[in-house]
Each structure stands twice: as structure tokens, then as C-alpha cells.
């Protein structure tokens, strides 16, 4: 039995070997199903030629042949396993062409089924799967001993968003927008597009020539943005204060809606459209500035002066008992004002500052104090306390009358008296020109610590004649001012200099007087206060206060005073006994002089009167001898013959 079988053996081997391949098979391809994997995709996968596709967002990247292993060394008995990649979109279509990178290189690129396939060495790699308008995904997978199957990527679809930016209808070329945090500039046509992932998100376009244009896009699928440029012209604005300095953080509004705030440097610029723009730019401190310009080609800039804020200064005067003090004078530096019979009075135009004042009124103790202003009227209520009665005047023994010149010199006009002038001048009697800026501090009352001073206004001295008093006035060059109007005050007088500067007045009682120095419009250009007193000596002194005081020899009717004029200022420079003013040079501040020697000028016209009648007689006297000696020679040859 065994020997007839013997001769099947062979056939029997083949039979089991045909067995074991169609098991063989059927296991291949089970294992395939499991994978997901159809061998005509793979088939379909296209060899890696170098290829041009646009990034993730929107770039450019060029795709080439990657070398199994891409920047790694591979070892020649290396065992190379294979890493299937499938990629879908969001809605489930495969992609294709959708790049496979590893290592930043490009390795793979997905057929029409969206099918890639990688060889790797055992290990862990990193990998990125990206396709122009999808958004990209990346990940990680570990090869060990064995092929892998990535689980399927799907890639969302990303929109479209094209920006085309114009003025005027006209395409712009070179802006640059941003949008989500990337930059792309206009190309020729003005357009410039990026690839973006929905939601709501933030642009803006500039451009060197126009105004900078912002706003939001909403995106929830491929959106076309129109962006409309303005401003073709750069508007240049300079801000001084009133005093010519640059003034910084000034805001500027224009045609009410774009605003910039000036530098240190007082500087700020604007882009605006061609045409008429309004503006108004303000500050702490000042008053609003408003104006208009026009912008065109021959814009050069916009030149703004900004005022600082200027308030007022009342004042209300009463002595203790609250009686209101007519016409009591307030002075503070360039300003002048008298109370009115209420006893108020107001100083208009102050800027910020400290400002000293001083209060007085005959018959009443001066006051002096400050006020300060911030931003905001200032209100002062100044009380004068009663002067106290002066003492009675020392005894003097009574001169013997010596006669006044009833009559000026012939080279110097006679003054006449005058009535007030209709406007009250307003120069400054402070040596302060320029007030100090500081904050404000109540204003003292004399109750308070006001300095217990007599009144300046002492009353003519009882038995005493009038004088006459002339001055002698010089510029701030020293040079005579010639032919100007002075007024001489409280009984006014006016009249003009002459050549040398000189003006005389007669009849001016001891007291206190204002010497007003006149403008040809009639109003006051200088001023000066003083108050003349008898004493033992003539001689001058500058006052504690406003007025100076000028003191007269007892003896004397006559006195010349040498005034110097700078500003609205006078400075009582020099007195001099007598009303002649001719002398060569001034003299040191309060120095008396005497240009005529020991003498009065009246002495000096009674001693040449005297001699002009003794000229007069003796020629007279001398006529009538000559008369008689001649009748007397008539007679003798009348004899004879």
C-alpha cells in the first residue's frame, strides 16, 4: 500500500504549498483592509517632482524630491519602515497637494486621494501638514519595528480676504496694511490679500501721503475689503505762548473730529484733505485759539499764538467804621485807578502772579500789601486807618520878604494854569516792570500788620509863601526833552518845555504834587510823585513809599528840580536853589547846588535892574551937560561978535 501511495508524495507538496501562498495572500490583504489603505491611491501618488504651491498663509514655498531620512544619516543596513499619511478637509473631501514636512524640509505631497507616503528609521519624529487657504496642523508619531498608519488629518478651510485700497477713485500703490498681526504692502492695482481663519479682526493701512485708515473685518468666509484713503496734505502746526515761546501739550481739534497734542517743542502735524479746515487748540492756563486754514500744494504751516488767561483785581476801600473812601488811589505796577464813591475799584488784564499794591488817600495811612492771582478774579477789602494829626510846627523867625520875579525870564515862556485834564493817567509809580509769578496769598489789612506810617500828604507850612518851582527834564540818553506837555498837579498847571528841556511854574504851594510828563494824544507817558516841605537846608530824598520828598531851604521862594524820565518812570536826580537852569552838567542825586553862587536869582534881576537905571540916569545926566557947554559957546561967540 505504502509502495502505490509512495508516488503521490510530490504531488501532495505542491498541493500544500498552493495552500500556504492563498493564505499567504488573504493575510496581505487583511491586513491592507485594516490599514484603510487602497493600493490603487497609493498607486495614484504622484513621483516628487518639484513643485510650487502657496503656504498656509499664502506664501509661497516650493516643494522638492525629499531623500528618505531628510537630515539625518542613514546607515547602510538601516531597516526603513513606511509612515502612511491621509488628509482630509473639514468637510471630509481629501486634498491634494497638501505638503508633508518634517524637520522644516518638505518630504511628501498628497495625491488626488490626499494620501502621502514618508519612509522613517525606528523613532520619534515631528511633522506639519499644510495646504495654501487651509489652515495648518502639525504633530507627532514614534516608528518601532513596523510600518504606521498617522490617523487621519484634517486641515480647515481658511477664507480669503482681499484688501484694494484707492483715493479718489485711484488705485494706491505701496500702502502698507496690517491685518492680524501680518504686513503686506499694495502692489500696483492697489490690492493686497492675506489668508485668514474666521473671526473678527483689526486693519490698518498708511501710506506716507494720506491719513492713516483703521477699522474691524468680520470674517466668515472670503471677504472683499474697500479701503478709501483722505489727506493727501500735511497740515504743520506751531504754538508760542504770548510771549513768543513754545508751548507744549496744546490740543488741537480740527474740523472737529482728528485732535494732536503739540511737543515739548510746541510742534504737532496732521495729514487733511485738500480745502478749507477749522480749528480750535486749547490749555490750562489760556484761552482757546481758533482758526481756519487752507490746504493745498502751498501749505507751509499753521502758526497758532496762544494768550494766557488774564483776570481782574477788585477792590473795595473803607476806613475803620466801613464808610466807603472816595477817590482813594490804588496803585500797582503799570496801573494806576481811583475808588469811586463807593469805594470800589477794579484793575482789569492781570496774568497769574504776585502783584504789590499800595492804598492811599489824604488824611489816611498808606497801605501796602500783595495780592496774588491764580485763575480767578481776586477780591480785596482794604480798611485806611486815620493819619494822626501832625505836630504842630516848630517857631522860625519870619525872613525879611524878598521880592519874586513876577515875570520869567524873556527866553522862557510864562506858564498858565490849566484845568484837569479829561483823562486820568495811568503810569506805573512801582519800580517793578515786571510783576512775580507766584500763588495766591490773602491780601493783609492794616488791623493785620500794615506798617503804622504817616500820611505822604503833609499840608503847605502855615505863614509860608508860595513857590516857584521849575524842572529841568532829561531822557533815559540824558538828552533834554524838548517841546513836550507837562502838567503839574494837585492845583493843575500845564505847559510845555522849551528848548532845553525846561518848564517853570509859578505859584505852587509846600504839599504833595503829581509831575505828569504828557503824550501829544493827551494821555500820561510818565509820572512822578513828591512832596515839598520846608527845612534848614535844600536837599532831596527818596521815599519809603511812592512819593520822594524835596525839601526847600526856609529862606528861599524858588527851586529848580532835575527829572529824569525812563519809561513810565521819573527820578527826581537833583535840586537846586534859585529857578535858573543853567548849569553844564546834573549833579550827583541829592546835592544841592547854587549855579549863581550865595545868591538868589531875584537878587541877581534887582542888582541888573539897578544898574540898567544907573546907565539910564548917567547917560541922561551926561546929554544934559553936552546941551549946556554947547549953549554956553553959543552965547560967547554971539557976544563977540
Do not use: C
Not at 342 to 357: E, F, M, R, S, W
Not at 524 to 531: L, P, S
Not at 541 to 549: F, K, P, Q, R
Amino acid at each position: 500500500m505504502f509502495a502505490k501511495n509512495r508516488g503521490n508524495l510530490p504531488l501532495m507538496k505542491k498541493t500544500l504549498l498552493i495552500v500556504l501562498l492563498i493564505l499567504g495572500l488573504f493575510i496581505g490583504s487583511t491586513v491592507g483592509e485594516a490599514m484603510e489603505f487602497d493600493t490603487s491611491e497609493l498607486a495614484e501618488v504622484p513621483a516628487m517632482e518639484i513643485e510650487r504651491e502657496h503656504g498656509g498663509d499664502g506664501s509661497t514655498i516650493e516643494i522638492e524630491r525629499a531623500e528618505v531620512g531628510a537630515g539625518e544619516d542613514i546607515a547602510a543596513n538601516a531597516i526603513l519602515y513606511n509612515a502612511y499619511f491621509k488628509v482630509y478637509s473639514d468637510s471630509g473631501k481629501p486634498i491634494e497637494g497638501a505638503a508633508i514636512s518634517i524637520g522644516g524640509e518638505v518630504v511628501a505631497v498628497t495625491g488626488s486621494g490626499g494620501l502621502a507616503q514618508v519612509e522613517r528609521t525606528n523613532g520619534q519624529f515631528d511633522y506639519t501638514v499644510s495646504k495654501s487657504g487651509y489652515e495648518s496642523a502639525s504633530g507627532s508619531a514614534v516608528i518601532e519595528d513596523a510600518s504606521i498608519n498617522i490617523s487621519t488629518i484634517r486641515l480647515k478651510k481658511m477664507d480669503h480676504v482681499e484688501f484694494t485700497v484707492t483715493s479718489g477713485g485711484v488705485a494706491v500703490a505701496g500702502a502698507a496694511i496690517t491685518f492680524d498681526g501680518r504686513s503686506k504692502t499694495t502692489s500696483s492695482s492697489g490690492t493686497a490679500a492675506f489668508w485668514s481663519r474666521d473671526g473678527s479682526f483689526s486693519y490698518s493701512v498708511t501710506h506716507e501721503n494720506f491719513k492713516t485708515a483703521t477699522g474691524t473685518v468680520d470674517v466668515a468666509g472670503d471677504v472683499a475689503v474697500e479701503v478709501e484713503l483722505s489727506g493727501a496734505y500735511l497740515a504743520a502746526f506751531n504754538v508760542v505762548d504770548d510771549l513768543g515761546a513754545s508751548l507744549g501739550g496744546v490740543s488741537i481739534n480740527v474740523d472737529s473730529s482728528d485732535t494732536v497734542v503739540t511737543g515739548s517743542d510746541g510742534t504737532a502735524s496732521l495729514w487733511v484733505e485738500k480745502g478749507s479746515h477749522s480749528y480750535v487748540a486749547g490749555r490750562d492756563g489760556y484761552d482757546n485759539a481758533a482758526g481756519e486754514f487752507y490746504a493745498d500744494s502751498s501749505l507751509k504751516g499753521v502758526n497758532i499764538e496762544m494768550t494766557r488767561k488774564k483776570y481782574v483785581a477788585a477792590f473795595t476801600v473803607t476806613d475803620e467804621n466801613e464808610v466807603p473812601i472816595n477817590q482813594a488811589k490804588i496803585s500797582m505796577p503799570d496801573n494806576i485807578v481811583f475808588t469811586d464813591a463807593d469805594g470800589n475799584a477794579q484793575i482789569q488784564g492781570l496774568l497769574p502772579g504776585t502783584y504789590d499794591v499800595n492804598v492811599s488817600k489824604d488824611g489816611y495811612i498808606d497801605y501796602m500789601g500783595e495780592i496774588q492771582v491764580v485763575d480767578a478774579t481776586v477780591r480785596a477789602h482794604v480798611v485806611l486807618a486815620q493819619a494822626p494829626e501832625p505836630p504842630p510846627p516848630e517857631p522860625t523867625p519870619t525872613p525879611a520878604p524878598t521880592a519874586r520875579p513876577t515875570t520869567r525870564p524873556t527866553s522862557r515862556p510864562t506858564p498858565t494854569p490849566s484845568v484837569v485834564p479829561t483823562k486820568t493817567p495811568r503810569p506805573t509809580p512801582s519800580s517793578s516792570k515786571t510783576p512775580v509769578i507766584a500763588s495766591l496769598m490773602p491780601s493783609p489789612s492794616p488791623s493785620a500788620g500794615a506798617p503804622a506810617s504817616p500820611s505822604p500828604s503833609p499840608s503847605p507850612t502855615e505863614g509860608k509863601e508860595l513857590l516857584s518851582v521849575g524842572f529841568n527834564i532829561v531822557d533815559e540818553n540824558g538828552d533834554p526833552m524838548a517841546d513836550v506837555e507837562t502838567e503839574l498837579h494837585s492845583e493843575s498847571k500845564k505847559g510845555r518845555t522849551d528848548g532845553d528841556g525846561y518848564i517853570f511854574y509859578l505859584d505852587v504851594e509846600p504839599g504833595a504834587h503829581t509831575f505828569y510828563v504828557m503824550n501829544d494824544d493827551g494821555t500820561a507817558r510818565a509820572q512822578k510823585d513828591f512832596v515839598i516841605e520846608y527845612s534848614s537846608a535844600t536837599r532831596f530824598e527818596t521815599g519809603a513809599h511812592v512819593y520822594d520828598d524835596v525839601f526847600v531851604k526856609t529862606d528861599l521862594n524858588s527851586v529848580t528840580m532835575d527829572m529824569a524820565v525812563e519809561g513810565k518812570q521819573i527820578d527826581i536826580v537833583g535840586v537846586h536853589e534859585g529857578w535858573s537852569p543853567f548849569y553844564s552838567e546834573l549833579p550827583s542825586g541829592g546835592n544841592s547846588s547854587q549855579p549863581f553862587g550865595e545868591g538868589n536869582m531875584t537878587l541877581w534881576l534887582i542888582g541888573g535892574v539897578a544898574l540898567l537905571l544907573t546907565l539910564v540916569v548917567v547917560f541922561i545926566a551926561v546929554r544934559k551937560r553936552s546941551g549946556k557947554v554947547a549953549s554956553s559957546e553959543d552965547d560967547i561967540e554971539t557976544g563977540g561978535q
